[in-house]
């Protein structure tokens, strides 16, 4: 036990050296030109030295938070600000899905023509088969993508047994007990999945989570080459499903960021009491009285 506690502290001291010398020497791992720089990015990607680093980060501004309130509600703003701005901008998704969905029934079906064709100038033609599949991505979008939207919106159904019926501090307590108990440790366990399965179908040699920082950079680096995935589920289908794998990295760090933030505004709002609720919340306004209902409901 005393051991897995040295371990533990050395490893939290260690981050702050090792974020000080990524950001002094950003070529070792941001010059993609360069295959040993792709696999230690690949590797720190998700290793034990960034969970810590991130972790360093968290203490860090937690601690200059309980200094001064104004710090942390200012992360929650940011944090929060980044998912509201990401989630309504890719809410259009579902506009657009619609419409192009509408487009391949009048071109298929009333036109009978096998392909469209986009373009001013240059034109971008594909199979209507391609821009069927394609409205898989605008799906994966929404849901990848407004999540941690959604969440801010108090959209996502709770499952309540407890909760409506305890005091206003319980209440706190509990969201930041699910915040670091259950947001984050789900989160990272699908971001380490996810992010190996989508480095695997975009370089070669293929990597794993079982590679070591030694063998990436000094091994498989000599015979590394981008192999960006472009084959589809069918043969005229949608042909770009590496995309899907970035989406999926990028929900998982969304909800972690995300998990911070209601962490810090859970605190806030218990230490500073039932006044504090809601503080610079920015939430959506319904105009329509039944869609408002639907939301208090969730």
């Known amino acids: 036990m005393l051991d897995w506690i040295v371990w533990f502290f050395q490893s939290l001291v260690m981050a702050f050296y090792n974020i000080g010398y990524a950001i002094t020497h950003p070529a070792l791992w941001l010059d993609w030109t360069e295959g040993k720089a792709v696999m230690r990015f690949i590797y720190y990607g998700a290793s034990q030295e960034l969970f810590f680093a ?10 200059l938070g309980l200094w001064r309130n104004a710090i942390l509600w200012g992360t929650v703003r940011v944090l929060e600000g980044i998912a509201n701005t990401v989630g309504r901008f890719a809410a259009w998704a579902g506009l657009l899905m619609v419409l192009q969905q509408i487009v391949i029934v009048f071109i298929q079906r009333i036109f009978l023509e096998a392909q469209i064709t986009f373009g001013l100038g240059l034109g971008f033609s594909k ?9 898989k991505f605008y799906n994966a979008m929404i849901v990848c993508l407004c999540a941690a ?20 501090r319980t209440k706190r307590i509990i969201d930041m007990f699910g915040s670091l108990m259950f947001m984050v440790p789900a989160a990272v366990l699908t971001w380490m999945y996810s992010w190996f399965f989508l480095w695997r179908h975009l370089v070669t ?13 000094d091994g498989k680096s000599r015979a590394f080459k981008w192999n960006v995935e472009t084959i589809g589920f069918s043969p005229n289908g ?3 499903y590496f ?40 939430r959506d306004k319904l105009d329509d009285a039944e869609a408002k209902l639907a939301a208090d409901i969730h």
């Open 54 to 63: 991130v972790l360093a980060l968290f203490l860090t501004l937690t601690a």
């Open 127 to 135: 199979d209507i088969s391609w821009y069927a599949e394609e409205l």
């Open 149 to 168: 939207y959604t969440f801010v919106q108090g959209g996502h159904v709770r499952v309540d047994l407890i909760y409506s019926v305890v005091s206003y």
């Open 205 to 217: 040699p293929k990597v794993s989570a079982s590679d070591t920082l030694q063998r990436l950079v």
């Open 238 to 240: 949608f042909n770009a």
């Open 243 to 282: 995309l899907f794998k970035i989406l999926l990295v990028l929900f998982c760090a969304m909800i972690i960021l995300q998990a911070i933030a209601f962490f810090y505004r859970s605190y806030l709002e218990m230490k500073e009491g039932e006044v504090s609720e809601g503080k610079y919340l920015d």
